[in-house]
T-cell receptor, first 116, second 117 residues
Framework: GAVVSQHPSWVICKSGTSVKIECRSL??????MFWYRQFPKQSLMLMAT?????????EQGVEKDKFLINHASLTLSTLTVTSAHPEDSSFYIC????????????FGPGTRLTVT | QQQVKQSPQSLIVQKGGISIINCAYE??????FPWYQQFPGKGPALLIA?????SEKKEGRFTISFNKSAKQFSLHIMDSQPGDSATYFC????????????????FGKGTHLIIQP
């Protein structure tokens, strides 16, 4: 149980274009989903928190107009990187939590974004 | 400000030995402390987690020791195996105020563990 998937697993796009990444909880309903970013050989940094049906809460320093997050259902959250630039190239990982009481976060396999 | 400090950065342990990774936190509002294992190119996998009301938790070969007064916690991997070679992250989170769910996780910088056969 507690399986989270992401799609695509990797994507290459040209500078200035937009890319959408999907995060799905496969066997549970995710009240809250989180988006993290990880640079090579570095730690994970929280970007934003999204609760189903509500606007996402962004961490300090994360541009909300650049990283659009939508949590339209209890099993799906999307992250859209708008007007991507090479510095946006990174490993984007989502996690999901079931309910508001449980604390366990289960992570997806990540999406490698390369902007050329 | 790094809220969760993890050490060592890298660790080499012989097969069958005990791997020990340490973390220290600063924010006393943290009340949930998980450990994650990550293989290259993969997402982190939850190993074990602890709340501050207990001093130790064991699951199989993995044990968390927690010292609330010192604001430190550690992961012990007993009988370490080559398949345990990975990057390990400690993390912490706090419950949001006003009845909301918990915050996202604050991660340590990670420990690259190598188990030599």
């Amino acid at each position: 149980g507690a399986v989270v998937s992401q799609h695509p697993s990797w994507v290459i796009c040209k500078s200035g274009t937009s890319v959408k990444i999907e995060c799905r909880s496969l066997d549970f309903q995710a009240t809250t989903m989180f988006w993290y970013r990880q640079f090579p050989k570095q730690s994970l940094m929280l970007m934003a928190t999204s609760n189903e049906g509500s606007k996402a809460t962004y961490e300090q320093g994360v541009e909300k107009d650049k990283f659009l997050i939508n949590h339209a259902s209890l099993t799906l959250s999307t992250l859209t990187v708008t007007s991507a630039h090479p510095e946006d190239s990174s490993f984007y990982i989502c996690s999901a939590r079931e309910g508001r009481v449980t604390r366990e976060q289960y992570f997806g396999p990540g999406t490698r974004l390369t902007v050329t | 400000q790094q809220q969760v400090k993890q050490s060592p950065q890298s660790l080499i342990v012989q097969k069958g030995g005990i791997s020990i990774i340490n973390c220290a936190y600063e924010n006393t509002a943290f009340d949930y402390f998980p450990w994650y294992q990550q293989f290259p190119g993969k997402g982190p996998a939850l190993l074990i987690a602890i709340r501050p009301d207990v001093s130790e938790k064991k699951e199989g070969r993995f044990t968390i020791s927690f010292n609330k007064s010192a604001k430190q916690f550690s992961l012990h991997i007993m009988d370490s195996q080559p398949g345990d070679s990975a990057t390990y992250f400690c993390a912490a989170s706090r419950r949001q105020r006003e009845g909301g769910g918990a915050d996202g996780l604050t991660f340590g910088k990670g420990t690259h563990l190598i188990i030599q056969p």
